[in-house]
């Protein structure tokens, strides 16, 4: 049974955004450069992203920056949000937690630590996925992982996967045994692939300009030895 709103309760919602802020605002893979004496944003790029960090220090500090931004978006809505289940209707829980997953998508594009721009947001949505609805990212990962193998551009598979989340968000449970998604993950799916899209618009002036960073197998494997 929830119980009545108190002013606890809305101070544990300002903590929360305020806690996924700040935990999407963790610097992962500029960490990971400093370790390897790398500007991350001076290479490559520029982007404090894993695929950057893939191209410059290799595969094994690319899984690593990997793995932290996944949980940069995660644990917010997994661990932050989960209080608010016992304080509000189901639908009015549920919109808070997309709420947090979204500040946490904020805080890694535009973090508070370092620089005025941080990541595009991929990593870190796969995250607020992972947590909120699991099912649909090995379709999302898939529509990614063809358009990098055709295109080689991680810019346009980026986009493409958030693209195709609302797509699979509405097929999904008429196939399988799935659990319909809820109304705040939906319209969250119909947005997102707009922020992800603003967040790559220099990669795609980039693509029509034919300048854009390709996906280089054979350098990425020359970067082994550099972990």
């Known amino acids: ?23 999407g605002s963790f610097p992962s893979a500029e960490i990971a450069g400093r370790r390897h004496e790398t500007n991350i944003r001076e290479q490559g790029s520029g982007n404090p992203g894993t695929f950057n960090v893939l191209r410059l220090l290799g595969w094994k500090s690319a899984i690593a920056v990997f793995a932290a931004d996944t949980v ?25 937690q997309i709420l947090i997953g979204s500040i946490a998508i904020l805080g890694h594009c535009y973090p508070l630590f370092g ?9 870190t949505l796969g995250g607020v996925l992972l947590g909120v609805y699991p099912a649909v990212l090995p379709f999302c990962i898939t529509v990614f992982a063809v358009s990098v193998i055709k295109t080689r551009y991680a ?11 609302p797509i699979f968000l ?3 449970p008429s196939f399988w045994s799935l659990q319909e998604p809820s109304l705040p993950l939906l ?7 707009w922020f992800i899209i603003f967040t790559h618009r220099s990669n795609i002036v980039h693509i029509r300009n034919g300048t854009e960073n390709k996906v280089n197998t054979a350098d990425i494997l020359k970067k082994k030895g550099a972990d």
């Open 155 to 165: 810019s346009l598979g980026s986009i493409l996967a958030s693209a195709s989340l």
């Open 187 to 193: 319209v969250f799916s119909l947005l997102i692939p």
């Open 1 to 23: 049974m929830n119980h009545p709103v108190t002013d606890t309760h809305l101070f544990y919602i300002f903590l929360a955004l305020l806690l996924s802020y700040l935990t």
């Open 115 to 123: 620089a005025k721009t941080g990541g595009k947001g991929v990593t």
């Open 72 to 96: 940069k978006g995660c644990l917010p809505v997994v661990i932050y949000a989960k209080p608010l289940f016992g304080f509000y209707e189901t639908d009015i829980a549920l919109t808070l």
């Open 170 to 172: 509405l097929l999904l």
